[in-house]
């Protein structure tokens, strides 16, 4: 069974920092990229960041380019997302998803989200 099951969330104060881990199994790890979303209450669910199966290329939208950085490591069968800088902004449900990463991150493969993680910034 895919499985992709994001962990790691929880609240912090503007301006800190939270590591998110998106544990994958069921199917091939390598041959897919890997893509962090997030939905806000009251709007629709986005794209964040995505990496690359083959040659790990990394992709971000513009409101988190240099505050997030999305890293794999493959031994783990896990992706990260590594967020400085957190704004209220940034409150949202996150998730992973097996993706496409151009020319927007969007969901593709499997089609599953798990429950997410919660992330909350206070100003």
Same mark, same amino acid.
């Given at each position: 069974e895919v499985q992709l099951q994001a962990s790691g969330g929880g609240s912090v104060q503007a301006g800190g920092s939270l590591r998110?881990?998106? @544990?994958?199994?069921?199917?091939?790890?390598?041959?897919?990229?890997? /893509?962090?979303?997030? +939905?806000?209450?009251?709007?629709?669910?986005? /794209?964040?960041?995505?990496?690359?199966?083959?040659? =790990?290329?990394?992709?971000?939208?513009?409101?988190?380019? /240099?505050?997030?950085?999305?890293?794999?490591?493959?031994?783990?069968?896990?992706? !990260?997302? +590594?967020?400085?800088?957190?704004?209220?902004?940034?409150?949202?449900?996150? !998730?992973?998803?097996?993706?496409?990463?151009?020319? *927007?991150? @969007?969901?593709?493969?499997? =089609?599953?989200?798990? +429950?997410?993680? +919660?992330?909350? *910034?206070?100003?």
């Open positions: 998110l881990s998106c @544990a994958a199994s069921g199917f091939t790890f390598d041959d897919y990229a890997i /893509g962090w979303f997030r +939905q806000a209450p009251g709007r629709e669910r986005e /794209g964040v960041s995505c990496i690359d199966s083959s040659d =790990g290329a990394t992709y971000y939208i513009g409101s988190v380019k /240099g505050r997030f950085t999305i890293s794999r490591d493959k031994t783990k069968r896990t992706v !990260y997302l +590594q967020m400085n800088s957190l704004k209220p902004e940034d409150t949202a449900i996150y !998730y992973c998803a097996t993706s496409t990463c151009l020319p *927007v991150v @969007a969901a593709a493969g499997f =089609g599953r989200w798990g +429950q997410g993680t +919660q992330v909350t *910034v206070s100003s």
